[in-house]
C-alpha cells in the first residue's frame, strides 16, 4: 500500500507542480523517489507532528496541496487539536496520511497501534476520510484527495496487501463490492476485507448467500446504499480493525436508525485496549486474538443469525 | 490596489495610530464586557509599526498574491489587530462596534472572516508554525513576501512553538520574523512566577535565530528593526520586545487583573482621557 501510495503522489505531483509532501522524519524506503524527484516540494519536518501539521496549514493556506506522512497515531492524535483549529477550520487542503492501520505494526506495540484513529478523525469538520482495502483502492483514493481541494485523512496499512476486487474503481466515494451476495452482506473497511471474503466463502460452503463489500469512505459516508443494502438483506455485519465506537459500525448503525424495514446490524471490530497490556505478534495474530481470525468471523456470523 | 507601506507612502505616523487603535480597544473590551486588553495594549505599538510602516498588504485586496503575511498567535489579543484592519481600511470602522457581539464575524479570538486576517488561533502555540510554513512558499516562490508572527511570552510555555523555533533556523529561513510581545505577565502570574523563560534572548541564540532585544514601545527602533527584513545573516529573526501590560492607561499597566477584567464606564473615560492628554 504504502508503494502504490508513493507511487500515485509522484504521478500526481509531476502533473500537478502545486503538491508538497511532508514527513515526520519517517517513510524510509518508501518516499525516497519522491524526495529524489521533487526535493523543492518535500520536507522531512522532524519528529515533531504539531509542527508538521502547522506548517502543513501555513503552505496549504498559501495555495498548495500538502500531504503529511507518518505512522498511525502521529499525524493524527499527536497533533489533533492543529488538523481541528489550522487544517480543517481553516479548510487547508491538508492530506494526512498515516502507514500501520490497526494492527499492521504487530509486535511494535500499543503505541504504534492505530485503533481509534478513524473515529476520532471522521469528527473533524469537513474532512474526507479514506480507508482503502487495497493498492487498486489506495491509487483511486490518492488520486482522489490529490484534487479534492478539501482536507483528507488516508489510512494505510503497510506492504504486500493484495489486491482483493478489480483494478477499475470508478468512485470510490461510493461502496464497491468485491463479492455479490444479497441474505447477508459483509461491510468491510480497510485490509481487513480480505478476512471477511475468506469468511464469506466459508458461509457460502454452509449455504448462505453472502456478499461483501468494501467501504473506503468512511467520511462522506454513502448512506444512501447503506439503507438500500439493509432493506434487501436480512443481516448485515461490519467489519473493521479499529473498535467500534466511531468506526463503520457507528456510521451504518447511525444510517439505518429510522429505515422502516432493515436487516439487523451486527459488528465486528477490536475491542478496547482499557488499561490491558497489549501483547506482541504479527498483525495476523493480533487479529487473531482479538477474535477477528477467519473462524471466529464465521461463527460470530452464525451466532447473529441464530439469533434473528 | 491600494497596497500599504510602499516606499512613497506618506501615511499617519505609527504613534497616532497606536493612539488610536488603543481608544478603539478600550471601546471594544468595555462594550463588549471582554476580557484580554492588558495584552492588547502592550502590543499595539509593534502592529502601529507593522500597518503603518511594514507590512505590504492591500486593503481592497486582502488575498493579494505575494502580499506579506502577518500571523497573530497570541489569538486572544484580538480586540487592537481588528482596530489596527479597520484603521487601514480593510472594513469600515464601524464594524469594529460588533466585537463579541451576537452574530458577528468578530469574535473573541481572532477570526480568519475578518478581512485583513491571515488565520484563526487562540489555542496557544499553533501561530508559528503556520508562519513556518507561508515564510516556505513565499521564498519557493521569490517574490520577496515576508512572514511575521506575534507570540504572548505566556505561549512560549507550549512545546509546538520550540518544535518550529528548532526547525526555522534549520531551513535559514530569513523572510520569517517572530515577536514576542513580552510583557512579563501570563494568565495567571507572571512568567517569572508560571515558568520562567530566562535566559530568554540565549535560548533563542542558542537555536540560531537572530535575536533583537528592544523597548517594545519604542516605534523608532521597532521601525529599524523591522525594517531589515529578511534578515542579512541567513537566520529567521526574533524581536523580543520588552513590552509593559495594559501600557498606555496607567492604572492598567503592569496589572494581571486587566488580564480578565473589563473597565466601567468611568474607568473607560478616565483611560481614554489618558489616551488624549
Ligand atoms: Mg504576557
Not at chain 1, 500531504?67 to 492524535?77: A, D, R
Not at chain 2, 486587566?258 to 492628554?277: F, N, T
Amino acid at each position: 500500500m504504502r508503494t502504490t501510495f508513493i507511487e500515485t503522489l509522484s504521478q500526481a505531483a509531476s502533473e500537478n507542480p502545486d503538491i508538497w509532501l511532508l514527513c515526520g522524519d519517517l517513510g524510509y524506503t518508501v518516499l525516497e523517489p519522491f524526495a529524489a524527484k521533487f526535493p523543492d516540494r518535500y520536507l522531512n519536518v522532524g519528529v515533531a507532528e504539531q509542527n508538521m501539521a502547522g506548517i502543513a496549514a501555513g503552505i496549504a493556506l498559501s495555495g498548495k496541496t500538502v500531504f503529511i506522512y507518518s505512522i498511525g497515531n502521529f499525524p493524527t492524535l499527536r497533533c489533533l487539536e492543529q488538523l481541528r483549529n489550522d487544517v480543517c477550520y481553516h479548510g487547508a487542503d491538508v492530506k494526512i496520511v498515516a502507514v500501520g492501520a490497526g494492527y499492521a505494526y504487530g509486535s511494535q506495540g500499543y503505541t504504534h497501534h492505530a485503533l481509534e484513529d478513524v473515529g476520532i478523525m471522521s469528527m473533524l469538520p469537513g474532512i474526507e476520510v479514506f480507508v482503502p482495502c487495497d493498492p487498486n483502492e489506495v491509487r483511486a483514493a490518492t488520486r482522489l484527495v490529490a484534487t479534492s481541494r478539501k482536507p483528507a485523512y488516508l489510512r494505510l496499512s503497510r506492504a504486500g496487501e493484495p489486491n482483493l476486487g478489480s483494478a477499475e474503481v470508478t468512485d470510490l466515494r461510493k461502496p464497491r463490492v468485491l463479492r455479490q451476495g444479497q441474505e447477508i452482506v459483509i461491510l468491510a473497511s480497510g485490509p481487513i476485507a480480505s478476512r471477511a471474503l475468506q469468511a464469506a466463502d466459508e458461509l457460502a460452503k454452509r449455504g448462505r448467500d453472502v456478499g461483501v463489500v468494501s467501504v473506503s469512505c468512511l467520511k462522506p459516508f454513502d448512506e444512501t446504499l447503506i439503507r438500500k443494502l439493509a432493506r434487501d438483506a436480512a443481516l448485515l455485519v461490519t467489519i473493521e480493525e479499529h473498535i467500534l465506537r466511531g468506526g463503520l459500525f457507528s456510521l451504518v448503525a447511525a444510517a439505518i436508525a429510522g429505515v422502516a424495514k432493515q436487516a439487523h446490524v451486527a459488528g465486528i471490530g477490536v475491542p478496547e485496549q482499557a488499561g490491558k497490556t497489549s501483547n506482541a505478534g504479527s498483525r495476523d495474530a493480533l487479529l487473531d486474538a482479538a477474535g477477528l481470525s477467519v473462524p471466529a468471523i464465521v461463527a460470530t456470523i452464525e451466532q447473529f443469525l441464530s439469533n434473528l | 490596489m491600494s497596497l500599504l507601506n510602499r516606499p512613497s507612502d506618506n501615511r499617519p505616523g505609527p504613534k497616532d495610530f497606536a493612539r488610536r487603535i488603543r481608544a478603539h480597544t478600550l471601546r471594544m473590551v468595555h462594550a463588549a464586557k471582554a476580557s484580554h486588553i492588558g495584552g492588547c495594549l502592550s502590543m499595539a505599538d509593534i502592529l502601529a509599526v507593522l500597518y503603518t510602516r511594514i507590512l505590504r498588504v492591500d486593503p481592497d485586496d486582502p488575498q493579494l498574491a505575494g502580499r506579506d503575511r502577518f500571523v497573530l498567535s497570541k489569538g486572544h489579543a484580538t480586540a487592537v489587530l481588528y482596530a489596527a484592519l479597520g484603521e487601514c481600511g480593510f472594513f469600515p470602522l464601524s464594524e469594529l462596534d460588533t466585537y463579541c457581539r451576537d452574530g458577528s464575524i468578530f469574535t473573541g479570538h481572532v477570526s480568519h472572516a475578518v478581512p485583513g486576517v491571515e488565520v484563526s488561533t487562540g489555542s496557544l502555540g499553533h501561530g508559528l508554525p503556520m508562519a513556518i510554513g507561508m515564510a516556505l512558499v513565499a521564498r519557493a516562490a521569490g517574490n520577496g513576501s515576508r512572514a511575521f508572527c506575534l507570540l504572548s511570552d505566556g505561549e512560549c510555555d507550549e512545546g509546538s512553538n520550540w518544535e518550529g523555533i528548532l526547525f526555522a533556523p534549520h531551513h535559514k529561513l530569513d523572510n520569517l520574523c517572530v515577536i514576542v510581545d513580552f510583557n512579563k505577565i501570563q494568565s495567571f502570574g507572571t512568567v517569572a512566577e508560571v515558568l520562567n523563560l530566562d535566559p530568554f534572548a540565549e535560548k533563542w541564540r542558542s537555536f540560531g535565530w537572530h535575536v533583537v532585544e528592544i523597548d517594545g514601545h519604542d516605534v523608532a527602533a521597532l521601525e529599524r528593526v523591522l525594517s531589515a527584513m529578511p534578515a542579512p545573516s541567513a537566520r529567521p529573526t526574533v524581536v523580543i520586545a520588552h513590552t509593559i501590560k495594559g501600557k498606555g492607561v496607567s492604572f492598567m499597566e503592569n496589572k494581571l487583573e486587566w488580564h480578565y477584567r473589563s473597565p466601567s464606564d468611568e474607568l473607560l473615560a478616565q483611560a481614554l482621557a489618558e489616551l488624549a492628554s
